[in-house]
């Protein structure tokens, strides 16, 4: 009951930060860039407001508009069950592994891309066939880095990576785990649709990959796309703090040694989302068909961490 | 258990009425069907002799091993769904000569029966010619068009050169063993000689007929113009027959192979699945694109494969037990969720009478059960969770990631490679059916035809709804599969999968349990938990009313279907970022000569070359062309030479006799 209770806990603690990283992003770059920027929980009071409004679907669309929001949100909030907080026994650890991880969070771009093509208008196709190239282009260097922590680990499943982790493996093969981690930075920017990838402040039809798809949502359906959205960041940088880079404070004998966990996890996942942004405002976005060796670069560098593992 | 074979060739006697063959051959199969399940779960083997023939060596023997009794199976199951649809659709496409249609169909399946079961290299190759024949009998049933008979012909090429490795393969068995029947040949031991070049002709020669990069050409071509059904049953079960030979040979006759066979296996697996899918993503015509996807599916079985000989010639049973599992999973799934979407494009090609995607669009409004199913079949061909097809990509992700277990560097180097090389087959295969799906069944109506579609009849709805049922089941419970490839991994290897990867209840799992494992039904537990939960907020907390309106045209008034997205535009960045693989000829000009420079109306022109292909082409032309010069020199049309040659010939058999005479 008491293991249950804290999966429950670590799944419920993923899902209410992550409009907060989101927002934070944001707020660091407004700062830097010397403007006042909406507030940090402005993420929150969006999803609310959307929620309340209603609906306005085209005439073209099918039933697809309307389950694929709802899949393309509980996607990633499935695969936040997965994921370890501060302890290894997570709410849906028993039915997947880290490999199935990916195709679930397949199936949500699948959906994803398919309710771009439902209005009939040329904008969602657009998005759907770049949202699509990229997520192809980013999968190699994901399964890669994936297969290097896992031969390191002895394991798939994400728990095992993450006790085993938090032991001495990244001291043990520490080029090895830098690199793949440097590889795990370039999928995460495509995964969740930042600079150079894709930028998520504009609207312009040039830059825009991920916002295209959703140019027709509105209401409750924008709303449940931003969670699934959301989520997704947060999916991405925990799994680079908490069980690819576990550096950090993991103790669940007390209370109070559970209420530091998760304040350090906090930290981390903070710190995580400031960089990304100061990352994201030192460079420029990349053009379309420069990504491809971005993603290529990404793929390269997993690459030589499979390799110098395993000399 | 003459019954089998009576069973098996039962709907032929009924061919001068087409619709009842089609509904006999649809219950002997769910017979068929059902009795093999049993034997196999009982673990109960037949064998019979059926006749000995007073000509040398040919003798018709059938056994039913727990190998053969899967296949047969597999080819009960997607010829209950095939013939069921048959009955609608047989009549619905208003074929001439129905009777001699519904003839070469069951006999059609009736040679697939015997393939898998025949246990003798001659009757073998009888049934493997018949099976051949009468495919391109069908493939060409159309002869009237051109591209048609082209397929054909390139077809019956192709599979006669893999027949004569084939063949090849078969008489080395039969100068080490002597004799024919595969009771002897079974862990024979040869030299490595031999064992290379048995192994390299039953690759070379199986290959070609599963479609294997570079064998492939012939597919593309011949599988998209052959009529729906008999193209599902081409996909889904004819080149099976190929995967189902290599297993026997590889796991059953060979023995004690080296470790770079398996190798060679899994490279050329992973080339077809990467190779296939990146030519079926530049596809527009439906049935080629989905003939493109059975190359990438062949290749994904052959990893599976690969991957097991790895093992087996590691000796570790158990884990070569896993990769077979794989990839017999696979084939089934395959099997299942190809014919579904050939049934599918054979529903929208029905109604909307084209083949091309472009002409397609909206089709999900009118024709909800075909979409819903073949939307199904696109989610388990792309390996999306919780359907049949991730179940078995899962499985072959573990058996590669298991192959580091064997101490081999080149295999510890290049087996992740070949693993991302999968994940983007993956990527790219849902790519491709976000496409289809997109383009064809999505938005609204781009042709006429596409206008005034409406759904297909109720046995053809039936036919694809058991196989996309199928789809869900096997994704949701693959315990059954699990359970049915059992028997196969005691045969060939000794070791019993479903011990070791189905322990715990709902949960599939890697051999050593902690290394991972997977519960499909769980996984769409928590979907389903999720979207209700979501649901229940939104209708606590939001609103739930919707408006209707029509799509925002940026400000542009005329919505017409022709300002949607295009299939050729879809896949154009990545025929872009990947131009030196797919040599992209592109083109823009005004379609009339008058209107150059004011508002011209231009059409845009996308081409890309299957690279193989043309190699094909220019050996074919080489050959060709050198051959025509030496008949050319031959029979250069001058009467006197004829005159010549026919005086040398008598002098010579003259010469011949006069010196056979003495002797």
């Known amino acids: 009951m008491q293991t249950f209770l804290m999966a429950l806990l670590q799944f419920f603690i993923i899902l209410i930060i992550s409009p907060f990283i989101v927002g934070l ?24 407001k959307l929620m309340q409004k209603e609906v306005v679907l085209s005439n073209q669309s099918s039933y697809i508009s309307i389950i694929a929001p709802y899949i393309v949100a509980v996607v990633p909030i499935t695969v936040a069950g997965f994921l370890p907080v501060f302890d290894s026994n997570t709410l849906m650890s028993f039915s997947g592994d880290i490999i199935a991880m990916v195709y679930i969070l397949a199936l949500g771009t699948f959906f994803l891309a398919l309710f771009g093509f439902d209005q009939g208008s040329s904008f969602g196709g657009l998005g759907s066939s770049r949202e699509m190239t990229v997520a192809s282009l980013a999968e190699p260097a994901f399964i890669m880095v994936i297969f290097t922590f896992a031969l390191q680990s002895n394991s798939t499943n994400i728990s095992h990576i993450f006790d085993s982790m938090r032991g001495d493996i990244f001291f043990n093969y520490p080029v090895s785990s830098t690199l793949a981690l440097m590889a795990l930075y370039f999928v995460t920017l495509a995964e969740a649709g930042r600079i150079p990838i894709d930028n998520p402040e504009t609207h312009l039809e040039l830059t825009m990959i991920h916002e295209a798809m959703i140019l027709d949502a509105s209401g409750r359906n924008l709303a449940l796309l931003e969670i699934g959205s959301f989520v997704k960041t947060t999916i991405f940088l925990t799994l680079f703090s908490n069980i690819f880079m576990p550096l950090g404070f993991y103790d669940t004998n007390t209370i109070w040694t559970i209420g530091f966990s998760i304040f350090i996890y906090f930290i981390k996942m903070s710190t995580l989302g400031v960089i990304i942004a100061i990352g994201e405002l030192t460079l420029a976005k990349l053009r379309y068909f420069r990504i491809s060796d971005a993603m290529m670069f990404g793929f390269v560098l997993a690459l030589i961490s499979m390799v110098t593992y395993r000399l | 258990m003459l019954i089998y074979i009576f069973l098996m060739v039962l709907p032929m006697l009924f061919f001068l009425k087409p619709k009842a063959t089609f ?15 049993v034997l196999l ?21 059938i056994k039913l091993d727990s190998l053969s009794l899967l296949f047969v199976m597999i080819i009960s199951t997607i010829s209950l769904g095939v013939s069921t649809y048959s009955l609608n659709y047989v009549y619905d496409e208003d074929y001439h000569h129905k009777r001699l249609f519904a003839f070469i169909y069951t006999a ?7 393939v898998v079961t025949s246990f003798n290299a001659i009757s073998f190759l009888i049934f493997w010619e018949i099976m051949s024949t009468l495919s391109f009998f069908l493939v060409i049933y159309n002869y009237e068009n051109e591209e048609n008979r082209q397929g054909g012909f390139l077809y019956i090429f192709m599979t006669h050169l893999g027949t004569a490795f084939i063949m090849v393969a078969f008489i080395l068995m039969y100068l080490k063993t002597g004799s024919f029947s595969f009771e002897n040949w079974v862990h024979v031991g040869l030299d490595d000689s031999t064992k290379f070049w048995v192994f390299l002709c039953v690759l070379i020669g199986f290959g070609t007929k599963a479609g294997m990069f570079p064998l492939h050409v012939w597919l593309p071509k011949a ?16 080149i099976k027959t190929a995967i189902y030979m290599m297993i026997r040979f590889y796991f059953y006759f060979l023995s004690d192979i080296p470790w770079w066979y398996g190798f060679i296996v899994l490279l050329l697996g992973s080339l077809s699945a990467l190779f296939g899918v990146m030519y079926a993503l530049a596809q527009h015509d439906l049935k080629r694109l989905l003939a493109y996807h059975s190359i990438e599916n062949i290749g994904i079985i052959l990893m599976g494969l690969g991957s097991a000989m790895l093992f087996n010639s590691n000796h570790m049973p158990l884990l070569a037990s896993f990769g077979l599992l794989a990839a017999i999973f696979h084939t089934y799934n395959h099997a299942i969720f190809k014919s579904l979407l050939f049934l599918g494009s054979g529903a929208t090609f029905l109604k909307t009478h084209t083949k091309d995607m472009e002409k397609y669009g909206g089709l999900i409004k009118l024709m909800p059960y075909t979409a819903l199913f073949f939307i199904i079949g696109s989610i388990s061909i792309s390996a999306l969770p919780p359907f049949n097809g991730f179940v078995s990509e899962w499985l072959t992700y573990q058996s590669l990631l298991l192959n580091n277990k064997i101490d081999i560097n080149i295999i510890h180097i290049f087996v992740p490679l070949f693993a991302s090389m999968l994940a983007l087959t993956g990527a790219f295969a849902a790519a491709c059916f976000v496409k289809v799906i997109g383009i064809s069944f999505l938005g609204s109506p781009r042709s006429d035809g596409a206008k005034n579609a409406n759904e297909v ?16 089941v096997f994704g949701l419970f693959p315990h059954i599969v699990i359970a049915l490839v059992a028997p ?7 070791v019993d999968v479903s011990s070791s990867t189905s322990s715990h209840l709902f949960m599939i799992s890697t051999p050593n349990f902690s290394f991972g494992h997977l519960s499909t039904l769980g996984l769409s537990m928590g979907f389903a938990v999720g979207i209700f939960m979501l649901y229940i907020l939104i209708k606590k907390f939001g609103n739930t009313k919707t408006r209707m309106c029509s799509t925002w045209g940026c ?21 872009k970022i990947f131009a030196f693989f797919y040599h992209p000829k592109e083109k823009i000009y005004p379609t009339s000569r008058k209107k150059k420079y004011f508002f011209p109306i231009l059409e845009y022109k996308a081409h890309s070359h299957d690279g193989v292909e043309s190699v094909y082409n220019l050996v074919l032309k080489v050959f060709v062309k050198s051959s025509a010069y030496l008949i050319n020199l031959i029979e250069n049309g001058s009467i006197h030479i004829y005159l010549l040659y026919i005086l040398i010939a008598s002098i010579a058999f003259l010469v011949y006799a006069v010196k056979g005479g003495i002797n």
């Open chain 1, 25 to 48: 992003m944001q707020k660091t770059k407004s700062l830097v860039r010397g403007s006042v920027g909406p507030c940090v929980f402005q993420p929150y009071f969006n999803i609310l």
């Open chain 2, 23 to 37: 509904i006999v051959q649809t219950f002997s199969s769910l017979v068929l069907l059902f009795f093999s399940a």
């Open chain 2, 41 to 61: 779960l009982k673990h109960e083997y037949i064998s019979i002799s059926m006749f000995h023939s007073s000509l040398p060596y040919l003798d018709f023997s």
């Open chain 2, 108 to 114: 059609f399946i009736a040679s697939l029966l015997f």
């Open chain 2, 223 to 238: 599988h998209p113009v052959a009529p729906s059904n008999v193209s599902a049953l081409m996909s889904g079960v004819m």
């Open chain 2, 457 to 472: 009849g109720k046995f053809m709805v039936w036919g694809m709804g058991f196989l996309a049922a199928l789809c869900v």
């Open chain 2, 488 to 494: 196969i991994t005691s045969l060939l290897l000794g």
């Open chain 2, 555 to 575: 400000g542009q008034l005329n919505n017409d279907a022709s300002n949607q997205y295009t299939a050729s535009g879809f896949s154009q960045p990545i025929r």
